[in-house]
């Protein structure tokens, strides 16, 4: 039986046309126009419930870069071709509006116009839950409530500014205005309510969280500075790998085999330097992760930052890398992990779900294979700040894990040399090769076939091609496939260079790009397959047998890095012919 939620998507999808011309009739931002003072002055905006698009053009003309979020498909076709390219459009829907949640963004902006009437009482909790954990630090949230009688064919359900309050309350918001107002399609027997609602600075808890696990929790090893960081480097590295926890209403689950890939990764340069990391021991001594595999890699020289989502080994380090990754995710599970607790509980801040691998997982290392150990359920206040603050918490760990490795091996008598300890905890990316990409876009040229700079579309011999990071490898040291285009050479040294393309060169480059992609990768079954394993654990993609949804996926994480790191971004006349 639908629920009300499709009965009311279905009957606005099929008036749409009829609807969106009642709604851009109304004044440009006069739903808003009373409480616009309290809005902040650009960045990211969400429009929740967009409808015709009619407020998300406001806002993008009032400089903010928003997401609008519309469950009805027919006004999203209708708002997409509205053609404002500060607007990107997402189909989703409260309660959940998980979608959202997938991208990672945080907003200085959500509006609600004429959608809280249609979310049912008993998930309205859950529902402003998802709102609040979508704000930044000193966000604003902006409602309007509607009373009067309901359209027919649309349910709708009583609103109150007390019950808004008391989710805000709850949520610990302050309120800052509230304002009634007549309906602006003058209809007698409907009004709305306006209610503005800020979020305070830091007002999860989460970093005083992370400050007392890195500074202030008691510690007999550098286990649980080891367990933070390899989450947070998940949330950095594989945010796609999170999914929505099945028990906690505001949680995620990770891949238990991926928090232990990055385990090794971290602690075999540590070992190997036989820097000590506990009170009594020295190299893998006494760790209790380090067992066979471990060791297997201590002396196999090769390099820690190949253990990697989308990775592929032969059989003999396959063998080694999966029984490291299956040790140290029984003493996550029993150490570290049992051992941190939120402050003055007893309660874990990490859950683990523990299964047994079967047998045969094979040599690559997918999300489907780093799963097979196990699941971690990581709230979801830390979750986001290690999402969203990961550039300032990971010198603070590095700082207090290397003090910690120097203060057991003083105790040691073991001499460690100044910046030994922070050399060794350096996160090394895989080695900067454009090789693949390189190759393929050779294999094209050299077979007849078309090769073009994917940001202005003009021919390239082998003489002038570069390849290009698609998100600059200074801000994001990502050498996977789907990064990894070719460019003229002269746009990619003395244009583009170290910036992240503007919004509007994205879009006009989406077709060159896909077609890039389809002829580089696809015509080989491995790097088809590698391009799939590492499109699913950086990506926020729904599918992948659908290359445009990955490249909007590909926008997705351009938006993040923009918000997060503010890299510069790199703009061009694209309406001049190279």
Known sequence: MPSSYDQIIAAYDGAAGELAQRYDALPVGAVFGDVRHLFPDGGMALDVGAGSGRDARWLSSLGFEVVAVEPASGFRTRGEGGGSSGVRWLDDRLPALSQVHRLALSFDLIILSAVWQHVVPDD???????????????????????????????PMYPTSIGEVESLARAHGMEILKVSAANDLQQRDDVSWTSIVLRMPDEGTGALPLVRGIILGDEKSSTYKLGLLRAVARVAEQAPAAALPATDQPDAVEIPLGLVALFWVRMYLPLVRMGLPQAPRNRGADGLGFAKAGFRRLV??????????????????????VLAAIGEAASTIATMPANFTRFPASDRRVFEVSRKKPGRGLGIGLDLTRLGAWGSIVVPGHLWRALSRFGAWIEPMLVAEWARLSRSYAER??????????????????????????????????????????VWTGRRLSLARLDIDHCLPWS???????????????????????????????????????????????????????????EVAASLPVNTLDDLDEVYSALDWRRLRLLQDQQVPQWFRDISVTD
């Open 124 to 154: 309205r909790g859950r529902a402003f839950r998802k709102l609040a954990t979508l704000l930044r630090s000193g966000g604003i949230l902006a409602m309007t409530l509607r009373s009067g009688p309901a359209p027919a064919d649309r």
């Open 299 to 320: 002396a196999d020289e090769f390099d820690p930052s190949e253990l990697r989502v989308g990775a592929a080994f032969g059989a003999e380090r396959a063998e080694a």
């Open 412 to 453: 040691m008598g073991v001499l460690v040399g100044p910046g030994a300890a922070e050399a060794a905890l350096e996160w090394r990316e895989p080695f900067r090769t454009t090789g693949l990409a390189r190759l393929a876009a050779e294999r094209i040229s050299r077979s007849g076939g078309d090769l073009a700079c």
């Open 475 to 533: 801000a994001w040291p990502c050498g996977d496939l789907w990064n990894l285009a070719p460019c003229d050479r002269r746009v990619n040294q003395h244009e583009k260079r170290d910036r992240l393309p503007s919004a509007a060169i994205f879009a006009e480059s989406r077709e060159r790009v896909v077609d890039w992609w389809q002829a580089a990768y696809f015509a080989d079954q491995a790097l088809a397959s590698r391009f799939a394993r």
